[in-house]
């Protein structure tokens, strides 16, 4: 059994390493607190692994919070900031993203055009940047798995005004066994099995 060569990875329609950004919003503690759609442990577990398979695959990584420089909010939660390691982190005070100026010379300046992006809550902060940049030309991958909403309602109307606009869900197991694609890509496999299996437990 041999595998077919390696797709160019700047020009395949898949998610690549080299093809794809992650994009990260306002997992702080007033948002995963208020998330009702799903529970919020698995919530954060997912995010943290959502932020390690771009450790591993070497994304680039935009990250956001809000209003953690006015005092108004707390940081990142200690689960992801610890994932995330010294990436820089862009406070803002618009609910949503794109209408932040810093926000969004530094999802230009990653250089892809496919966005995997993350937020809450999945009706504001994901729903209005991901409607903004596919405007702009961006092909947007929510992580469904990985973000909610202040109810079931709300997040499901969310996601499909996203994917009624061009958007893809996605959920995080799907993300990093696109990114990995084959066993035979030695150099991010040992990553890839402990992120899926961490514990030795098969993915939630």
């Known amino acids: 059994m041999v595998s077919l060569p390696i797709r160019d990875p700047k020009v395949d329609a898949l998610l690549t390493p080299t093809n794809s950004a992650l994009v990260i919003i306002d997992y702080q503690p007033v948002q995963v607190k208020s998330v009702t759609s799903m529970d919020q442990d698995h919530l954060v577990r997912n995010i943290v692994r959502v932020a390690r398979t771009a450790v591993a695959y ?3 990584m935009v990250v956001s919070t809000v209003n953690v420089t006015t005092g108004r909010n707390a940081p990142t939660i200690e689960p992801l900031q610890k994932a995330i390691g010294d990436v820089e982190q ?3 005070t618009s609910i949503n993203a794109w209408e932040d100026g810093d926000f969004v010379k530094a999802v230009k300046a990653t250089g892809r055009t496919k966005l995997i992006m993350t ?3 999945t009706e504001a902060c994901l729903t209005f ?3 903004d940049a596919m405007r702009e030309g961006y092909e947007v991958y929510p ?3 990985a973000v909610g909403g202040t ?3 709300a997040h499901e109307a969310a996601l499909d005004r996203i994917t009624q606009a061009g958007g893809h869900q996605i959920s995080w197991v799907q993300l990093i066994c696109e990114l990995q694609r084959d066993w035979n890509r030695a150099a991010t496999r040992d990553d890839f099995t402990s992120i899926l299996f961490e514990h030795g437990e098969p993915p939630a």
Do not use: G, T
């Open 143 to 145: 992580i469904v798995d």
């Open 119 to 121: 937020a809450l809550w």
């Open 90 to 92: 862009i406070d803002r």
């Open 151 to 153: 109810s079931v309602e």
């Open 129 to 131: 940047p991901a409607l």
């Open 58 to 60: 070497q994304l680039p």
